[in-house]
């Protein structure tokens, strides 16, 4: 794989360690994901997740292991016809913004920050329907029935779930996109915000919104751009382009305890800068190496080696990608202009990909 010699390695193998400790109460006869059973079951990955825990510091360390345990595959998105449909797919960035809060409302600080409401109900559907698994819907029980959870508007409007703080509306709304961050105090103190759950409605985008009713131009959609629309347009145009998007994040506090490390993905372990993507759980299992080849801000023609440990609402698709920058200006400013088209490798435990290929028909 070009670009995998001499490659930094290091960060994906701490990732990927991470992401092998969430296997450690599971059985062997599991499959790693009901939803990607490419992926084998959780005994296929404990030779190379007790490798990796005894993998030297060096990045030449973490290669050898890799390249002992795993072969790679190459992802490709097939249609329903079994046609190749694609061989790369849309990779995104995001990152954990800094976000300035105070304890009380007041002057700029007008937006609050809420926890998840007592009466938000999360279903996995998995529990009723096998074929279900993974998926999960949320809403609320009304007379003994379960229905849509409220939207954004009438979240504020009922001022549901408790406020843990306020900021500014710009950087609260983009907080509950990119779904946590660090919360400065006015003393410089730092917590973490992190994703609890959302409201189960539809994304709509701000920005898109802005341009389809010529308020900005598409180069101008950004988040310095909506900042100065809605800082000229005032309060009551703010809460009114807001409410377009019905989907609502609420979050809990957090210590930050390792700053080294991002905020807990889907998966339930820490993400990693640069080692980590969030992918679409339909079609991939939690904590699998991915080499990527894609153009990024500032790195053309990148390679590296990520994980598979997060999700969201808007990674969809087999080859679908967001990809974990991490936090801080740069990391702001990388996030917001990656768009790129990536090359997958799926990095397997040699006997999972030998099952792949023996139950592949000759070309």
């Known amino acids: 794989m070009a670009g995998w010699t001499?490659?930094?390695?290091?960060?994906?193998?701490?990732?990927?360690?991470?992401?092998?400790?969430?296997?450690?109460?599971r059985a062997d006869s599991e499959a790693l994901s009901p939803r990607a059973p490419w992926a084998g079951l959780v005994g296929d990955w404990r030779a190379a997740c007790t490798a990796a825990a005894m993998t030297g510091d060096s990045s030449e360390a973490a290669q050898a292991t890799?390249?002992?345990?795993?072969?790679?595959?190459?992802?490709?998105?097939l249609d329903e016809d079994g046609e190749v449909a694609g061989e790369t797919g849309l990779l995104t960035g995001y990152y954990e913004p800094y976000v300035e809060v105070r304890d009380m409302a007041g002057g700029e600080f007008s937006q609050p920050l809420r926890r998840r409401p007592g009466d938000m109900v999360s279903v996995d559907l998995g529990l009723f329907e096998s074929?279900?698994?993974?998926?999960?819907i949320v809403g609320r029980v009304n007379d003994g029935s379960l229905v849509r959870y409220y939207n954004?508007?009438?979240i504020e409007a009922d001022n549901r779930g408790e406020i843990f703080a306020w900021g500014r509306p710009i950087d609260v709304f983009f907080l509950q996109i990119q779904g946590s961050g660090r919360l400065?105090?006015?003393e410089g103190n730092q917590t973490r915000a992190a994703f609890s759950a959302h409201n189960g409605l539809p994304y709509r985008s701000i920005g898109r919104e802005l341009i389809e009713r010529g308020e900005l131009e598409a180069h101008a959609a950004s988040k310095a751009g909506i900042e100065a629309w809605l800082m000229t347009h005032g309060a009551e145009a703010t809460a009114e382009l807001f409410a377009v998007n019905p989907r609502y994040v609420f979050f809990e506090t957090q210590e930050l305890t390792d700053p080294s490390l991002?905020?807990?993905?889907?998966s339930g372990v820490a993400l990693t800068p640069m080692a980590s993507i969030a992918v679409d759980p339909a079609f991939h299992a939690w904590g699998v190496p991915v080499w990527l080849s894609a153009d990024l801000p500032d790195f053309p023609a990148w390679t590296g080696l990520v994980v598979t440990q997060d999700g969201g609402g808007a990674i969809n698709g087999p080859l679908r990608a967001d990809f974990f920058w991490g936090w801080g200006e740069a990391e702001e400013r990388r996030a917001g202009t990656t768009r790129s088209q990536a090359q997958w490798t799926v990095l397997l435990p040699v006997s999972v990909a030998q099952?792949?290929?023996d139950a592949t028909p000759p070309a």
């Open 6 to 25: 001499g490659a930094d390695l290091r960060p994906a193998l701490g990732a990927f360690l991470r992401s092998c400790a969430r296997l450690d109460n």
């Open 66 to 77: 890799f390249e002992a345990f795993f072969a790679p595959v190459r992802v490709i998105a």
């Open 131 to 136: 074929d279900l698994a993974g998926r999960r």
């Open 152 to 154: 954004r508007a009438e």
């Open 184 to 186: 400065v105090d006015a």
């Open 262 to 266: 991002g905020p807990r993905g889907s």
């Open 355 to 357: 099952r792949i290929i």
